[in-house]
C-alpha cells in the first residue's frame, strides 16, 4: 500500500507540474525581454545603422515567432504527458482500492475468527517460507481440534458464478444492468498454499500427522 501512494504522490506532483505551467502570455515575455535586449545591443553598436524602433519591432516579432514555434513543438507532447499520466494515475487508484477492499474484507473475517471458542486459535497474515527463499502469505489460519483450516478471503462487491470448467465469474449491478467480469479462480493459490503449509509442518512438527482444511471465505465490504 506504501509503495502505491508513494506512486500516486509522485505522479500527481507531476501532473499538477504539466497543469501548472505558464501560457503564452508568460513565455512570450521570457523570450521577449532577452530578445529585445540583443537587438538594442545590435543597434547600439551598429553605429546607426540599425533604428531603435526596428530593433524593437524585430524583437517582438522574433520572440512571437520563437513562442509560437515553441507552443506548437511542446504542447501536443505536453498534452500526451498529461493525457500519459492521468490515465496511471485511474490504474494506480482502481488498484488502491482494490487493496483497500480486500484488507477490509481481511480485517472482517479476523474478527469474525476472534469469536471461536477458545479451543481455537487464529492467527492472521502469515508469511511461510518457500524452497526457494521467498515467503508466502496466508490470510488466516485457524488451528483447533480438527486440525489446521486454512481461510483465504476473497473480497468481491457481487455474485460469483463458477461454471463446470471451473471458471470464475462475477456478477454486478452497473447502471441498472448486469455487468460480467471474469476473475482467477482462488484454487490454485490454495493448493499451493497448502503444498506450503504441509512442507512447513512437516518440517518443525514431523511427529504428528496435521489434517489441512482450507476454504474461501467471500467478503463484501463498502469502503
Excluded at 482500492?97 to 475468527?113: D, F, S, T
Excluded at 508466502?136 to 463458477?162: C, F, R, S, W, Y
Excluded at 441498472?176 to 518440517?203: A, C
Aim: net charge negative; with cysteine.
Amino acid at each position: 500500500m506504501e509503495n502505491i501512494n508513494a506512486k500516486i504522490e509522485y505522479y500527481q506532483q507531476e501532473l499538477d507540474a504539466i497543469k501548472n505551467q505558464k501560457e503564452f502570455p508568460f513565455i512570450y515575455m521570457v523570450v521577449a525581454l532577452p530578445t529585445t535586449a540583443i537587438f538594442l545591443v545590435l543597434a547600439i553598436v551598429s553605429d546607426g545603422l540599425i533604428d531603435f524602433s526596428i530593433a524593437i519591432t524585430g524583437a517582438l516579432f522574433f520572440s512571437l515567432l520563437f513562442t509560437c514555434a515553441y507552443l506548437v513543438l511542446y504542447q501536443p507532447n505536453r498534452e500526451e504527458m498529461q493525457s500519459q499520466l492521468q490515465r496511471q494515475l485511474a490504474i494506480l487508484h482502481k488498484e488502491k482500492n482494490k487493496l483497500e477492499a480486500g484488507l477490509k474484507g481481511e480485517r472482517e473475517v479476523a474478527y469474525i475468527l476472534g469469536w471461536l471458542p477458545k479451543n481455537f486459535v487464529s492467527l492472521n497474515n502469515i508469511y511461510l517460507p518457500t524452497e526457494d527463499f521467498e515467503t508466502q502469505q496466508l490470510d488466516h489460519l485457524v488451528i483447533g481440534p480438527p486440525g489446521v483450516i486454512h481461510v483465504e478471503t476473497k473480497t468481491i462487491n457481487g455474485a460469483v458464478l463458477i461454471d463446470e470448467k471451473g471458471d470464475w465469474t462475477v456478477l454486478k449491478a452497473a447502471q441498472n444492468k448486469i455487468v460480467r467480469e471474469g476473475m482467477d479462480s482462488p484454487l490454485p493459490q490454495i493448493r499451493r498454499h497448502e503444498i506450503i503449509l504441509q512442507s512447513f509442518l512437516k518440517e518443525h512438527f514431523p511427529e504428528f500427522s496435521i489434517p489441512i482444511y482450507s476454504i474461501v471465505v467471500m467478503a463484501t465490504v463498502e469502503l
